[in-house]
């Protein structure tokens, strides 16, 4: 039988939490479907009651088809709590820098120490937890989840219900996303804010499988109404109403739409739990009915004018799916990732951030006709039938936790066969550099293909002995296959030509020599060297592929017959990992970061970054400019670079590094308003994807690969002219629209290069170079 538990402080049918509304209906409908669903939960009875007092029995019961177990809570450190708590609370109206803990270490720590507990919850857990196959914990920011998931080992997945709030930016928050095996998020929004605080790496970890409402297929009658408020004169806000939800503002932006439109006619009505003591609330036109019966709720969702919901903090709003499921429009803060995101991609309504503007369009609502609001509210009907349906998510829930086999990732079994050994030759393994990180990835799928596989380079970097060998003749046999890295001229290139196995050539590009003769001829002659070997290695290799078709046109000029596009792959998991918190904290200081990742050399010209962004300055005078790179102790170039920038009298707003640790450079990419490439010559361009992973609009010059590694994503540019560069870039980074549809157009590209894209691709080559098509079959 498989079992599957969800952690949750609080459960039952009458809780009002949209967390526990929602685990509710999650767990009742899978054990409906005959799941066996367990919810371990405490004796405490809602978030509004003392979080010390046992209220239910410890022991198990049977809710709506659920068992539940109860674990008794125990005393804590109130008082210290409250502390840690208000200070955190306090942080929320300021700027949160990401990756940086937002109070201090002892703060963080108590709010974790002292927060809800059940010890025989935990112990549990740990005892038990091979007992389930899946263990999912909600939401994020309690006791039995921030001390939970680790117990649960590789069983833990979290349904975190993330809002951007200070909690969100604690160190034990996000220790919670790297350990748990798996994320569902409620919608794209709260998957959107993820990554932005954890890193890229919460996409792939990550699903969306949204939730659902619940309304009647027919509008009630108006005779439901509550006395005084008319069908269609009035704006609605539906939930708690308090500041964390920012009702306080909605009142505001009330008030000014009334006084500032002396025609103004719409009424806002107010339902829900929580308490009004602002003066706000004494206005004309306010009517605060407080919590209503569900049948009033159902009649205020169908015959208002619109939806409104202020709060900045939701990863879901239940209330604006119903009432797009009722066909009315809504109005949402732009700031709130969650329902922002839904509003702009369903067109269902309008988001807008300051109380003028949300006056100004409580003025166009008021003025619009029924068909202009019926529109919007049947486009976010439309969306709400698809991201607020239950069965559809219950049938993502069962995909996701494994109750079913997914058609995506389903594979038909297979017996592995004893294959012959597929071994790689490249001049080099070092760390961070986009060749060997292919290779490595190669290594990988032909091991789990069932294939001996090893990479011999001439040369192996201090982080990667463990990961390749030095290539010595012989060390390759005469029957096993070979996949040559081709990139410059190496001693190598006569090994490879000798051997008489099957082989086959993966060309990364030779950059042109006359970018490094003025600063490094003897290197500018091996790469002179690498491109005349091409000719001679076309004669033996009959089997070709460029990461790009840029390169497979440079090979089909030299010779080799029909080479085939096997791309570089970008997995965002690869930085699953903190960035470093120093130097998160060193650049969200305000300033803006523009960045660019790759090696120092003249053919990427960072001395035009230099001169372009000497320019950019008389747009934003405190700008940095970031360049991340390796370059050898000395090396001309490199100097003459930052030569330049002090010529320019910018030195000190240039951030140049050669050597960074991961967690440096993920603290680059995840500050970055902008990564901006002068490069000449691109076989492919890695970063250009990574700055994709991490949602930093790309300013790149047109050349070479560049264009099909971009393929409409980004912007390009095909003139080096300093000022109207520098004028593009600035738009780039202020201008909200544009920055908005170049990040759209990056998250659709970005994903061509996932392993899962590019090993189709690859197995062709793998079958084309062996003639062996059980390779295909395993991985199909």
Request: aromatic share 10%; hydrophobic share 40%.
């Amino acid at each position: 039988m498989i079992r599957t538990a969800f952690v949750i402080p609080w459960f039952g049918r009458d809780l009002v939490g949209g967390a526990e509304q929602h685990v509710f209906q999650v767990t009742t409908r899978l054990a409906a479907r005959g799941y066996h669903v367990e919810v371990l939960t405490t004796c405490g009875r809602a978030f509004q009651d003392d979080w010390e007092r046992n209220h239910f029995p410890e022991g198990v019961s049977e809710d709506s088809g659920v068992l539940v177990r109860r674990f008794r809570l125990r005393r804590r450190d109130r008082t210290a709590f409250d502390i840690a708590n208000g200070k955190l609370s306090a942080r929320n109206e300021h700027p949160k820098p990401v990756g940086v803990c937002p109070v201090s270490e002892a703060a963080a720590r108590t709010f974790v120490d002292e927060n809800i507990h059940a010890p025989t919850l935990l112990d549990y857990l740990e005892r038990e937890r091979n007992a389930y196959q899946s263990i999912v914990f909600a939401p994020y920011l309690y006791g039995p989840t921030l001390l939970g998931v680790e117990r649960a080992g590789d069983r833990a997945f979290l349904q975190p219900l993330l809002h951007d709030e200070t909690y969100a930016y604690l160190p034990a928050v996000e220790s919670i996303f790297r350990k748990a095996k798996g994320i569902f998020f409620i919608s794209e929004g709260e998957a959107m804010l993820a990554a932005r605080l954890f890193g890229p790496s919460m996409w792939r970890k990550g699903r969306v499988i949204g939730g659902g409402g619940e309304v009647t297929e027919s509008a009630p009658a108006d005779e439901g109404l509550p006395a005084g408020i008319g069908p269609g004169n009035y704006l609605l806000y539906l939930g708690r109403r308090d500041r964390t939800k920012n009702t306080d503002f909605l009142l505001r932006a009330f008030q000014r739409y009334r006084t500032s439109h002396p025609a103004a006619r719409l009424q806002l009505v107010l339902a829900g739990p929580g308490d009004l003591a602002w003066s706000e609330a004494k206005l004309d036109s306010v009517a605060d009915l407080g919590l209503v019966p569900e049948a009033t709720k159902a009649a205020l969702l169908a015959h208002c004018r619109a939806l409104v919901q202020p709060s900045r903090n939701e990863s879901y709003s239940r209330t604006m799916m119903e009432s797009w499921l009722y066909g009315r429009p809504v109005l949402v803060h732009d700031e709130c990732l969650a329902t922002s995101l839904a509003v702009e991609s369903s067109g269902g309504g309008w988001t807008a951030s300051s109380e003028a503007e949300w006056a100004e369009i409580f003025a166009r609502i008021d003025a619009a006709d029924d068909a202009t609001l019926g529109d919007r509210g049947q486009r976010g009907k439309a969306y709400a039938r698809e991201h607020a349906d239950w069965e559809k998510a219950i049938d993502r829930y069962e995909e996701a936790l494994g109750l079913r086999p997914s058609p995506r990732t389903s594979r038909p079994p297979f017996r592995r066969p004893a294959l012959r050994a597929i071994h790689q030759l490249s001049a080099g393994l070092d760390y961070g550099d986009a060749i060997s990180n292919q290779a490595l990835f190669i290594a990988e799928v032909l091991r789990d293909l069932g294939h001996r596989s090893e990479i011999f380079a001439e040369h192996i970097g201090p982080a990667m002995v463990d990961l390749g060998q030095p290539f010595a003749p012989g060390a390759i046999a005469p029957g096993d296959a070979l996949l040559y890295h081709h990139g410059i001229g190496t001693p190598l290139t006569a090994h490879a030509v000798r051997h008489p196995g099957p082989k086959a050539i993966v060309y990364h590009n030779i950059t042109p020599a006359h970018f490094f003769e003025p600063w490094e001829p003897s290197f500018a002659k091996l790469l002179d060297h690498g491109r005349k070997d091409l000719h001679e290695l076309a004669a033996v290799f009959p089997v070709s592929a460029g990461d790009s078709t840029f390169n497979t046109d440079e090979l089909r000029d030299a010779g080799f017959k029909d080479p085939m596009v096997v791309p570089i792959f970008v997995d965002p998991m690869r930085w699953a990992q903190p960035a470093d918190p120093e130097w998160m904290k060193m650049l969200q200081d305000g300033r803006s970061n523009l960045l660019f990742v790759g090696r120092v050399a003249p053919n990427k010209c960072q001395h035009h970054l230099v001169q372009a962004f000497h320019e950019y300055l008389r747009h934003d005078a405190a700008a940095r400019l970031i360049l991340v790179g390796l370059w050898a102790d000395g090396h001309p170039y490199a100097r003459f670079v930052r030569e330049e920038a002090d010529r320019l009298g910018i030195g000190p707003q240039l951030l140049m590094t050669s050597r960074v640790t991961d967690g440096q450079l993920l603290a680059c990419y995840r500050t970055a308003h902008l990564f901006w490439s002068m490069s000449e010559h691109e076989g492919f361009c890695v970063p250009l994807i990574e700055a994709m992973w991490f949602d930093v609009p790309v300013l790149a010059y047109r050349s070479s690969a560049v264009p099909e590694t971009l393929a409409g994503a980004g912007l390009m540019f095909t003139e080096k002219k300093w000022p109207e560069l520098a004028a593009l870039a600035h738009l780039l980074i202020e201008d909200k629209e544009l920055r908005g549809k170049v990040v759209a157009a990056q998250r659709a590209r970005r994903a061509t290069f996932l392993p899962e894209a590019v090993l189709p691709a690859f197995i062709d080559l793998i079958r084309a170079m062996t003639g062996d098509t059980s390779s295909v079959r395993a991985a199909s």
